[in-house]
Nanobody
Framework: QVQLVESGGGLVQAGGSLRLSCVASGRIPSNYAMGWFRQAPGQGREFVAAISWIGGSPAYADSVKGRFTVSRGNAENTLYLQMNNLKPEDTAVYYC??????????????????WGQGTQVTVSS
């Protein structure tokens, strides 16, 4: 069983930056994807970014392209999300996710099996 723990959320002014981290208690194989999703109040969970494997090409939601960068640490059980030029519409709970198999559609939340508890990101205008 894999457990994911996110950290790094907080309150920041528009235009500021935050870096989210996700640590998995178990090993995530290097050829498995890991991703970030977010959920704003009253809205459904939406895809933010994912990376297929260490060194693989990342994927981003259009709303965050050019501002967010997803990466995996050298240790296979870590995932990061660098968020720059934050906007009030980025306010949400951010979740880290990992699958139990290699071949998944990385932008779809129902393809992931393991989820963290979430970390709150609040961007003030």
């Amino acid at each position: 069983q894999v457990q994911l723990v996110e950290s790094g959320g907080g309150l920041v002014q528009a235009g500021g930056s935050l870096r989210l981290s996700c640590v998995a208690s178990g090993r995530i194989p290097s050829n498995y994807a890991m991703g970030w999703f977010r959920q704003a109040p009253g809205q459904g969970r939406e895809f933010v970014a994912a990376i297929s494997w260490i060194g693989g090409s990342p994927a981003y939601a259009d709303s965050v392209k050019g501002r967010f960068t997803v990466s995996r640490g050298n240790a296979e059980n870590t995932l990061y999300l660098q968020m720059n030029n934050l906007k009030p519409e980025d306010t949400a709970v951010y979740y880290c996710a990992a699958p139990a198999r290699r071949e998944i559609k990385i932008v779809q939340d129902n393809e992931y099996d393991y989820w963290g508890q979430g970390t709150q990101v609040t961007v003030s205008s």
